[in-house]
């Protein structure tokens, strides 16, 4: 008979056998499968996660995007719409705070960044005026602003900015500065040809007059800003040219704003008449024709506003 030692032995030896055979028929097919379904699983959810992720970023990126183009497009638009209907001092600080809350959203909108050049020179503040006019002109050196070669859609706020510019100059009495940032923008705005004949008999009366007229035609506060010009500028040559000038910007606030608030431009209503009669007998026919015109237009308008009184009255 066999020990005990030896029974025990074999028996090992037949549980270790029976466990390999189970291990290879059973348990490792069943782990293999078990592992490659869990594998496969988590693969597809890994993939499934990664093509969502990335469709969700693509989807919302896009999104994203058309939502922050359509709201600073809409809020531009509006500082544009504030900007062109801004009067007073306070609306001028709104306006500007308007401005620079919308370029912190995008920086570097060279139309915005002039806007906001502009009413610091209406409010005086010269040094903020030209630190935001030097931001409009950083990437427009002078050699691009020769004759043709300022293009783009920049173009005409450089052009602005450097009349502008000339203006500001005017005001700190920096005679030399304003004749040469007023040529600049001559130089930027006409043909060689037509430059080179007029810069030949710039003086300040000249500059003085390009330069206000340069600026009106953006709003109220830039009619004002050449009317008060302008007529400081009669005063020392009293011109017909300037007269009818300053009838034309009259007129053009009336024609502006009269059905916003008349009684905001009744001078200019009745400042844009005088200016017109000073000259009408004076001018050309063509002159006389567009006085004429625009006379009958002041009269429509006064007729209408008086209209809309009376009904108003009568409530």
Do not use: H
Not at 180 to 209: M, N
Not at 276 to 295: A, E, H, P
């Amino acid at each position: 008979m066999m020990d005990r030692e030896t029974v025990v032995f074999i028996a090992k030896i037949v549980c270790a056998i029976i466990g390999i055979i189970l291990l290879f028929t059973v348990v490792i097919p069943k782990w293999q499968e078990i592992d490659a379904a869990f594998n496969s699983n988590i693969r597809s959810f890994i993939a499934m996660m990664f093509d969502t992720g990335s469709s969700f970023k693509k989807s919302g990126s896009r999104q994203d995007n058309t939502y922050l183009i359509t709201d600073f497009n809409q809020a531009k638009n509006n500082f544009i719409a504030q900007f062109l209907k801004t009067k007073t001092p306070e609306e001028i600080d709104k306006t500007i705070n308007l401005g620079k809350g919308i370029l912190s959203m995008e920086p570097g909108k060279i139309e915005l960044i002039r806007y906001v050049a502009f009413l610091y020179y209406i409010k005086k503040d010269y040094v903020k005026a030209l630190e935001n006019y030097e931001e409009v002109l950083k990437n427009y050196p002078k050699n691009k602003r020769v004759f043709k070669k300022l293009k783009g859609p920049d173009s005409r706020s450089v052009k602005r900015a450097l009349a502008e510019l000339a203006a500001v100059y005017y005001e700190q009495g920096d005679r030399a500065n304003m004749l040469d940032y007023y040529k600049q923008y001559l130089r930027a705005s006409q043909r060689e040809d037509f430059f080179l004949d007029s810069a030949q008999g710039i003086d300040e009366q000249t500059a003085r007059y390009g330069i206000f007229t340069a600026i009106a035609g953006e709003g109220y506060l830039s009619y004002q800003k050449a009317i008060e010009q302008l007529e400081a500028l009669a005063r020392e040559y009293p011109e017909d040219d300037i007269f009818y000038m300053l009838g034309l910007y009259n007129f053009d606030l009336v024609n502006l704003f009269a059905q916003d608030d008349f009684k905001l431009i009744e001078k200019n209503f009745y400042d844009a008449g005088i200016y017109f009669y000073k000259v009408l007998d004076k001018s050309d026919d063509f002159r006389k024709q567009t006085i004429i015109s625009n006379l009958e237009k002041l009269d429509k308008i006064k007729a209408r506003y008086e209209k809309e009184k009376a009904k108003s009255l009568k409530k």
